[in-house]
């Protein structure tokens, strides 16, 4: 057995790239707007050109995580690196564009694979891979099951990759609106972990740490990608071992993981 750690994290959001684009007050940011939009990444290559917002995102993300690890895209490639994606509503968007009459080619888009799929296919991802679909509780399930990957050498790194959008179908979400908070901020994480000398605690019912709310706070809400966000910010303040929690449908879990220090 072994242990597990946050070597790093890359974070995109309505707000910009990192955690220092985080705004003091995401309601008072938000000037009313109940979501606020990440704009589509401009990235290079035909395979992108149909790609949904919601996908290029999920590489955004993923290359900002390199970035911040100091990291080439070789040094992920391979059968041993496993994936964990997490959405609770990242595919909806998908979904609906499908439904209102987008056409027979968008229609594998509208699975929840497709946005994971397009990171393992751009990044040569070939170890295990595991879809999880929730909030933030639900991610700190996919990161214990990343750790657990790790201490059973099912893999030498795991990447924990979660991704919310919403502004193509904001109609639901007004629905159900009794569910969250605004301003709903759509976003993408990625971690990257790897094998370290303490192991991952894990709690499924938690008490709830005061990182939850302050970065709900200062992001918004991003569900799935919550704990990735406190992660990053456990990582920009050097904050070393850190206890994370999500809450999702009355729901909490919480895990206990070190964070290698990183610029914000």
Avoid: K
């Amino acid at each position: 057995m072994t242990g597990a750690r946050v070597a790093a994290v890359g974070v995109v959001t309505g707000w910009g790239e990192g955690v220092a684009s985080l705004p003091a007050e995401a309601r008072v940011a938000a000037a009313g707007r109940h979501v606020v939009p990440a704009p589509r990444p401009a990235l290079d290559g035909e395979r992108f050109r149909r790609a949904t917002r919601e996908c290029l995102l999920a590489v955004a993300a993923a290359e900002a995580m390199l970035t911040r690890a100091g990291l080439d895209r070789e040094a992920i490639a391979g059968p041993g690196t496993a994936l964990v994606f997490v959405t609770a509503a990242g595919y909806g968007a998908s979904n609906a564009e499908f439904i209102e009459g987008a056409g027979a080619l968008h229609f594998p888009y509208t699975a929840p694979s497709a946005i994971s799929a397009e990171v393992a296919i751009e990044y040569g991802l070939g170890g295990p891979y595991v879809i999880l679909i929730g909030g933030p509780a639900t991610t700190v399930d996919g990161l214990w099951q990343a750790s657990l990957l790790l201490a059973r050498r099912r893999c030498e790194r795991a990447v924990v990759l979660a991704v919310e959008t919403y502004a193509e179908c904001a109609a639901l979400w007004e629905r159900g609106r009794w569910q969250v908070d605004w301003p709903l901020v759509e976003a993408a994480a990625c971690a990257l972990l790897v094998a370290g000398p303490h192991g991952v605690r894990y709690e499924a019912v938690a008490e709830p740490v005061l990182l939850e709310g302050a970065v709900e706070a200062r992001a918004g809400q991003t569900l799935a990608c919550g704990p990735l966000i406190a992660l990053a910010v456990a990582g920009a303040t050097g904050a070393g071992r850190t206890r994370v929690t999500g809450t999702w449908r009355g729901r909490r879990a919480g895990v206990e993981v070190d964070v290698v220090p990183t610029a914000a």
